[in-house]
């Protein structure tokens, strides 16, 4: 008698690229469509300094060659140049995430010193009013601008990261020009994408087909015009474009996210599924939790697709889509994602991406206590 | 007689950049702020001469001691101002 066996099933997945270490939740901005979960980890228990120091270690032995330190506001964490430290010493290129509040020139430094690469500063709005009311606090685009000229002096990469939305598609064109004044190095236009805080407030920040056709117009344009200076991304919507987006490059393939209290996910927003189970890196080697945990092989691949994706020829292109936008929006985290025109879901985004929007409800600012917590 | 500009430039990392070598896939990568760049064949042995103070006729002439019969002079001139249209070299 023999036994078959699948080499696929046998064999160790390609090891990840990159790690997003979300090193804390606590932040001083309030953004109603922050990619944090919705219940969001108290400091209290946030993986200490030589916890991170090990991850990191275990990280670049398992192959992750770049980490974005994010949180929240990664500058919260006192020992946040120790973290950087750390990443360096295990081969890892870092890229901090940050609001830009509490960066000034004796931290900067500090985290230059300790081998910090790049920074990535969020942008709300071309406009300082209009991006503290996103943001949810005073006086935050002020700290964004001198955050930015403190990077420019260090003479490390700038890239400004702005998430899209109603209230601020039409400056498209100043926020362009506020990265060739601040001297961005990249501009990563983000349309932001509905589920946790996104899905709250969806009724808020949801654009109109006709904002987002000039906002798209004007990338166009003007993307030849700062070719060379600056690189613009732009991040497709998807709820509006029919085609869902290829996320995390696929669910175990790419990147791992860990979370503030050592819970490693797929992605930021995997802790919303509620029967995944993720692994914490208290509990288990990071080798294992990439290799063989079932929360990591639960979506690798193409085995578990269902409807439309089976046998599709995008099933490699776009990997199913979501599967947070999935069991988010149907409560079936494994069916072909709604953003799909293929997906007998679709109305689901389809018909709100086209209802009538004139009168918005206020945002739900993002922070602990603003929804519920949920009963497991 | 002063050199072409082209045989003066000597290349150096764009301080953005990252070389190293990745043990776990048996490769050299350049990491830049939001992407990898696998450097295949020995790209990372020429990408790693960039340090600023040898010119491109000079890091020619290290390889070809190192890799006798090699096409350094034919590809590796090509290589490099390819780096620099990138950005990655200056």
Redesign the interface.
């Known amino acids: 008698m023999t036994t078959r066996v699948n080499p696929a099933s046998v064999a160790a997945p390609a090891p990840p690229w990159a790690l997003l270490a979300e090193l804390t939740h606590a932040c001083p901005l309030h953004c109603p469509y922050c990619s944090n979960p919705l219940e969001l980890t108290r400091r209290s228990t946030e993986l200490g300094t030589d916890e991170w120091t090990d991850v990191l270690r275990q990280a670049g032995e398992l192959g992750v060659v770049h980490t974005h330190l994010s949180g929240g506001e990664p500058l919260l964490r006192p020992d946040l140049e120790r973290i950087v430290a750390a990443a360096e010493a295990a081969g890892i290129y870092t890229q901090l995430v940050t609001s830009g509040t509490g960066l000034d020139e004796a931290r900067l430094a500090a985290l230059t010193g300790a081998g910090l690469r790049s920074v990535q500063l969020s942008v709300q709005h071309a406009g300082p009013e209009a991006n503290d009311r996103i943001a949810g606090r005073p006086a935050s685009f002020a700290a964004k601008e001198r955050a930015a000229a403190l990077v420019r002096r260090a003479g490390i990469p700038l890239g400004l990261n702005v998430v899209l939305h109603r209230d601020n598609l039409d400056a498209v064109d100043a926020v362009i020009d506020l990265g060739l004044a601040w001297g961005a190095d990249r501009i990563e236009l983000a349309n932001a994408q509905f589920y946790g805080w996104g899905l709250l407030n969806r009724a808020a920040l949801l654009p109109t087909r006709d904002q987002l056709a000039r906002a798209r117009e004007t990338v166009e344009r003007r993307r030849e015009e700062v070719a060379g200076r600056i690189d613009l991304v732009w991040v497709v919507p998807d709820y509006f474009d029919g085609v869902a987006k290829p996320c995390m490059g696929g669910w175990g393939a790419v990147s791992l996210t860990v979370a503030p209290d050592g819970t490693v996910l797929p992605c930021p927003a995997a802790a919303s599924l509620p029967d995944l189970d993720p692994p914490n890196v208290r509990d288990h080697r990071l080798a294992w939790i990439w290799e063989r945990s079932p929360a990591f092989d639960r979506f690798r691949g193409t085995d578990w697709m269902t409807g439309p994706c089976r046998g599709c020829p995008r099933q490699e292109e776009d990997f199913g889509g979501c599967r947070c936008q999935a069991f988010a929006l149907t409560g079936d985290a494994a069916r072909t994602d709604p953003a799909c025109a293929l997906s007998p879901d679709h109305h689901l985004v389809r018909n709100p991406a086209d209802g009538d929007r004139t009168d918005p409800p206020p945002y739900v600012y993002r922070r602990p206590g603003a929804v519920p917590a949920t009963n497991p | 007689m002063t050199p072409p500009p082209a045989q003066r430039w000597c290349p150096a990392l764009a301080?953005?950049l990252?070389l190293?070598h990745?043990a776990?896939?048996g490769t050299d990568?350049l990491?830049l702020?939001?992407r990898?760049v696998v450097l295949e064949g020995h790209g990372g042995v020429v990408v790693s001469l960039c340090d600023g103070t040898r010119t491109v006729p000079g890091i020619v002439g290290e390889l070809s001691e190192r890799f006798p019969g090699a096409p350094v002079a034919a590809t590796v001139p090509a290589f490099l101002d390819s780096l620099r249209q990138e950005g990655w070299l200056t």
């Open positions: 301080p953005a990252m190293r990745d776990v896939r990568l990491v702020p939001e990898v």
